[in-house]
């Protein structure tokens, strides 16, 4: 049974610990279908859902695809084992180096004007029949360009 005063903020804290709907109802101890029931019938269900989703998308796997773009370091104990069998831990910096690929993921997500796969050109048949042949040859050649540089990427 539905409880508006308890179910929402659980369902916030739960979502923000990054669970899945499917994981979110087994907490919740009912079906999944109950739990799309609820999210139509209830709106503060609802929106304490996408608050608590919102909030794991947002800063936790945002700032994680950012540091491995651009690299980052974070400190780290090696332990070893010493004379006379005695551990001994000593302090160091774990070096990561940026990822390329998260990196175009990165720009592409923002900055897809810049970065997408595929780049629209707006060509007219009429704006062609207009331009006289050096010209046309000229777009003709960048076009074909462009075509090369996309079949490139892939």
């Not at 773009?69 to 069998?85: N, R, S, T």
């Not at 997408?116 to 207009?130: A, G, I, N, S, T």
Request: with cysteine; hydrophobic share 30%.
């Amino acid at each position: 049974m539905y409880n508006p005063h308890h179910h929402p903020q659980k369902v916030e804290a739960l979502a923000k610990c990054g669970l899945t709907d499917k994981e979110i109802s087994i907490a919740l101890d009912i079906t999944e279908q109950d739990l799309n029931l609820w999210k139509h019938e209830h709106s503060e269900f609802l929106e304490s859902l996408k608050k608590g989703k919102a909030y794991y998308d947002d800063d936790d796997v945002v700032k994680a695809l950012r540091h491995r773009a651009i690299g980052y370091e974070h400190p780290e104990d090696k332990i070893f084992l010493g004379p006379g069998g005695d551990p001994v831990i000593v302090p160091t910096i774990r070096h990561y180096p940026p990822d390329t690929a998260a990196a175009f993921i990165w720009l592409k997500n923002r900055q897809p004007e810049k970065w997408r796969d595929r780049r629209e050109v707006d060509l007219h048949v009429d704006d062609l029949r207009q331009k006289p042949d050096k010209e046309l040859k000229s777009e003709l050649e960048e076009l074909e360009a462009l075509e090369a540089e996309g079949h490139n990427d892939t």
